[in-house]
């Protein structure tokens, strides 16, 4: 029997099924005789039958059936007989009325494509252009064998270009055009092609690939593309699905490196969209890529229909109850379509957590957190059954507690609800709250999900991100080894610092000029830098500010003193511009990523920018003259965040004794209202006021600390 045949007795066989039919003996082509068709025909037949052997009857009937019982059992003999004689004795064995192919040393393409490495892989039909036309049945079973694999293929191809999606959209958008060559009436190969492409920026390409695909369904078949397929190319049209984080396609750096932690991304949105509730929490140190991520799963998510809510909490935030609740209903929830199906009690207090809900619905007071969750549960019950739903808080780590707990609690009791709650959490944070911890802990357990880390970048992957944006964005001047290798060294892995310095390159000569010289050729890293990563950060973006008009400079030097968050009247009355010219110098900035709306109101994109704005753009007069005008307007305010603010300008404007008094007032408020991080704010405040100040004590600026220990 086979078993019993030792290998090295046999030479080694190779079957090749795909594309024309191929034999070899030891990689050499064998015998002429053997190359025969019915001999090729029979090694196959046999490779592909369960236990590598058939019974002789059922031979002559798939081979041989034109001829008699007698003349077909001497035309298998004889085929037999060369096999034997070109591939070796035992290769072929009669065992009774079965033949049988000896599977010692034996290696057939077609049974190879069963394991999961090879899905996608094959090239060329099975048995391409290889007939018989004296056996119609095997010419049957050859059809039938290469509608099956090629089905089996197409979608190997499709699941390895929805992992390619992940990496490169050019890549993946290649693997679709491959699958409608193969199958021009698959959806969901143009499905894959027009989301490649319009991820790309390239909308045009998309819906071209739409019209051609139906046109081809009606020319051939006198078909339509489906509803699902339409509802696609509505939105790459209508670019809504853009509108998630207002992005601009052509300046977003390539999203590299990380695949597994991209892919695990995204296989979890995927998962969400027809197998929800699921959660994905995204954590990464400052500068590595969490809201960039954010972004991509927003836009997939938008994309695939979804109804999308994005949030980014300020620390400033973690303090006000209900806070980031009240912000995912304004930046989305609370239009939704399907929001009329809600229970009409259940809209009643989330109209009293969103006052901009109580013209529709009458506000009623929650009972409790559970009360909350129960209402959210209800609220995203009724939407979900029309679309999808991706909730987005960006920094979760600065939301307040109470939102984070009912939407903990929310999303454990839902069940078989299309919905996607996105976090990002920023490591090494302090005062990180508690229900944020338990959210992590509860992913994989109460809660299906996924909990991903981002790494720094690579060299590799550095070298790989300033490669493919030298290519589009005009460095074709720079060597982009060594530039690789500068920028890596310089950003420390961050991928914010480093799209920032690439950035500068565009715009700054010397900055490209700098990069293009070090390191030297045939120098290592240890060579001394030029200056260090802050002056390069500083000058980077200051090369960008340049492209600005002169209205929308005089708005971002403005804004630098007043904080993270864009206050737009307070903005008009230092500048001295009319609402109009601020509302359009507003829109250039978030043109350029100087600033971004997180769905109700405007901030830097990252802290650093205002700082560096101001340190580059302003004099020490002109900072004087714009805190001291910011202090007048914000005096006649009575919100707490105004309150904060002033006490921030004033002790950097005039610190001392009455500055310090005021924060320290401010903070009692705060610590009064429950407002924990705007206590710390002014007490920061007042914290400078000494360092900055003369003659003032620390008594009562300590006894605020224990308090606020005791109640964080």
């Not at 005789?33 to 019915?38: F, L």
């Not at 836009?299 to 620390?315: F, M, S, T």
């Not at 780590?397 to 903990?408: E, I, K, Q, R």
């Not at 994989?444 to 550095?462: A, C, F, K, Y």
């Amino acid at each position: 029997m086979a078993s019993e045949t030792p290998i090295e007795s046999l030479p080694h066989l190779e079957i090749g099924c795909f594309g024309a039919p191929a034999v070899k003996v030891n990689g050499a082509e064998p015998p002429p005789d053997i190359v025969w068709r019915k001999n090729v025909a029979l090694l196959v037949y046999l490779a592909m039958s369960p236990g590598l052997s058939r019974t002789r009857e059922h031979l002559l009937g798939m081979l041989w059936p034109e001829k008699s019982e007698e003349k077909a059992r001497h035309s298998l003999n004889e085929a037999v007989r060369r096999l034997r004689s070109g591939l070796g004795r035992e290769r072929i064995i009669s065992s009774g009325e079965k033949v049988i192919l000896n599977s010692q040393a034996l290696s057939v393409d077609a049974g190879e494509l069963s394991t999961d490495q090879n899905q996608g892989a094959v090239r060329g039909d099975f048995l391409e252009g290889f007939y018989l036309d004296d056996a119609p049945e095997f010419d049957e079973w050859t059809s039938r064998q290469r509608d099956r694999f090629q089905r089996r293929n197409i979608e190997g191809m499709l699941e390895k270009g929805e992992l390619l999606i992940a990496s490169s959209y050019a890549q993946a958008r290649e693997m679709a055009g491959e699958v409608l060559q193969r199958d021009p009436h698959s959806e969901r190969g143009v499905s894959l092609y027009m989301r490649a492409a319009a991820l790309s920026g390239d909308t045009s390409g998309a819906l071209v690939a739409f019209n051609r695909f139906g046109t081809r369904l009606k020319d051939r078949i006198g078909e339509t593309p489906s509803r699902e397929i339409n509802a696609l190319a509505d939105r790459i049209r209508r670019e809504n699905w853009r509108r998630a984080h207002g992005r601009d396609v052509g300046t977003e750096p390539p999203l590299v490196g990380r695949t597994e932690e991209h892919q695990a991304a995204f296989a979890t949105l995927s998962e969400g969209l027809t197998a929800g509730p699921i959660c994905l929490a995204i954590s990464s140190e400052p500068g590595m890529g969490r809201t960039r991520l954010v972004s991509t799963c927003l836009e997939r998510l938008a994309l695939e229909g979804a109804i999308v809510a994005n949030v980014r909490p300020l620390e400033s935030d973690g303090g006000a109850p209900w806070s980031t609740i009240r912000s995912l209903l304004r930046s989305g929830l609370g239009d939704a379509p399907g929001l009329a199906g809600t229970d009409p009690a259940s809209l009643g207090v989330l109209a009293s957590i969103d006052p901009s809900l109580a013209d529709r619905f009458k506000p009623v007071e929650p009972r409790d957190h559970a009360h909350v969750a129960s209402c959210l549960a209800s609220l995203v019950e009724a939407i979900a059954e029309d679309s999808p739903i991706a909730l987005a808080i960006d920094d979760a780590h600065f939301a307040d507690g109470a939102s984070l707990g009912a939407l903990v609690s929310m999303m454990a009791r839902l069940e078989a609800v299309p919905i996607i709650l996105i976090v990002s959490i920023g490591l090494f944070r302090d005062n990180t709250p508690r229900e944020l911890t338990n959210l992590e802990g509860e992913i994989g357990r109460s809660i299906p999900g996924t909990v991903i880390s981002l790494p720094p970048l690579s060299e590799s992957d550095m070298a790989e991100l300033v490669t493919r944006w030298a290519g589009r964005n005009n460095l074709d001047g720079a060597d982009p080894k060594r530039l690789a290798r500068r920028i890596a060294y310089e950003a420390g892995g961050s991928p914010f610092l480093a799209v920032e310095l690439l950035r500068g390159l565009e715009k700054a000569s010397s900055l490209r000029q700098d990069a293009e010289v070090w390191p030297a050729p045939n120098q290592t890293l240890e060579s001394p830098l030029p200056f260090q990563m802050p002056a390069l950060v500083r000058r980077a973006i200051a090369a960008r500010i340049v492209d600005l008009d002169e209205v929308s400079r005089k708005v971002l030097c403005t804004a630098s003193v007043g904080g993270e968050v864009l206050d737009l009247d307070l903005l008009s009355q230092l500048s001295g511009l009319d609402e109009f010219a601020v509302d359009q110098a507003i829109a250039s900035l978030e043109r350029h990523r100087f600033i971004e709306f997180d769905g109700h109101r405007y901030l830097f994109a990252a802290p650093v920018i205002g700082d560096v704005v101001m340190q580059e753009c302003l004099t020490r007069g002109e900072k004087q003259r714009l805190r001291l005008g910011a202090i007048k307007v914000l005096s006649g305010r009575e919100d707490l965040d105004s309150k904060v603010l002033f006490a921030e300008l004033l002790g950097a404007a005039d610190p001392g004794e009455s500055s310090f008094d005021h924060a320290v007032a401010v903070a009692e408020a705060a610590l009064a209202g429950g407002s924990l991080r705007a206590a710390k704010r002014a007490m920061v405040a007042a914290q400078r006021s000494i360092d900055r100040g003369h003659g003032v004590g620390l008594d009562k600026l300590n006894q605020l600390r224990e308090i606020l220990d005791e109640e964080g």
